[in-house]
Nanobody, 117 residues
């Protein structure tokens, strides 16, 4: 059974940092691109970042602030988010992709990120 379980969300002040984690099970992480998308209620989901054996991508809005990483042996994916801005709050989802830029084939339940002073 494919499972992606996110953790690490929470409340942070503008300019602060959070590190999201995603535990993956039920499939071989090596064979997939893995990444994060975020969604605000009533809005379309936005791809945030993706990492595969061939590339690492970031949305323009997070470049230079967010860093994605993965540990295939531990089956973990991380999103280090620095300099969080008032535009960043959303539910963040960890997702698996056939390739970066394609639609997600599986995703977790999401973790809420709130940025507020």
């Amino acid at each position: 059974q494919v499972q992606l379980v996110e953790s690490g969300g929470g409340l942070v002040q503008p300019g602060g940092s959070l590190r999201l984690s995603c535990a993956v099970s039920g499939f071989t992480l090596d064979y997939y691109a893995i990444g994060w998308f975020r969604q605000v209620p009533g809005q379309e989901r936005e791809g945030v970042s993706c990492i595969s054996s061939r590339e690492t991508t970031y949305a323009e809005s997070v470049k230079g602030r967010f860093t994605i990483s993965r540990n295939n042996r531990k089956k973990m994916v991380y999103l280090q988010m620095n300099s969080l801005e008032p535009e960043d709050p959303a539910v963040y989802y960890c997702a698996a992709y056939v390739a970066c830029g394609s639609g997600p084939v599986a995703w977790g339940q999401g973790t809420q990120v709130t940025v507020s002073s």
